[in-house]
């Protein structure tokens, strides 16, 4: 793999044109976890999906390391899966979190992208990180937008000075 100013632009795109398999397991991943904590977390829409693609990726340092992910979670395929399974999931948390932000969001993500991953299977012809790319999509965009209640004011805990 080599990446360049192009070749990070071309994960771009295809990040970008993913919404629309992404963002229903974004809502499904809300709805569902909204009912576990008894809480109404809002939907998503494509336009909000391409807005956080477009921020993860304007960081160029983190645009090239998410566009490393996102090629090898592309292309990474084992026969039989079970030996690359944790490869897979381990390069897809990484790139849940790495969209997610910094702490506590990209632990948050880390462990929703498990919840998402429930949601996503891929055909026989797919590569097996196909199914964990998209789950790792749709962990770090869900957790990097707002629409949660706990997000919506400032924590109880800073220190003012």
Not at 29 to 45: M, N, Q, W
Not at 59 to 64: L, Q
Not at 109 to 116: L, R, S, W
Not at 122 to 148: F, N, S
Request: net charge negative; glycine share 10%.
């Amino acid at each position: 793999m080599r990446l360049t100013r192009e070749a990070v632009r071309a994960e771009y795109e295809w990040v970008r044109d993913r919404g629309s398999d992404v963002v229903p397991i974004v809502n499904t991943v809300r709805s569902d976890l909204g009912e576990a904590f008894g809480t109404t977390v809002d939907p998503i829409g494509i336009g909000q999906y391409d807005d956080a693609v477009d921020a993860v990726f304007a960081d160029g340092d983190r645009a090239v390391n998410v566009a490393a992910l996102v090629g090898l979670l592309r292309d990474l395929d084992v026969p039989g899966d079970y030996p690359g399974f944790v490869v897979d999931e381990l390069l897809a948390r990484e790139l849940a979190a790495m969209i997610a932000g910094e702490q506590p969001l990209r632990l948050l993500a880390e462990a929703t992208f498990h919840y998402a991953d429930v949601y996503t299977h891929g055909d026989a012809d797919d590569p097996a990180g196909l199914d964990d790319l998209d789950a790792a999509l749709a962990a770090g965009v869900q957790t990097r937008l707002p629409g949660w209640e706990w997000q919506a004011t400032d924590s109880p805990f800073g220190i003012d000075d």
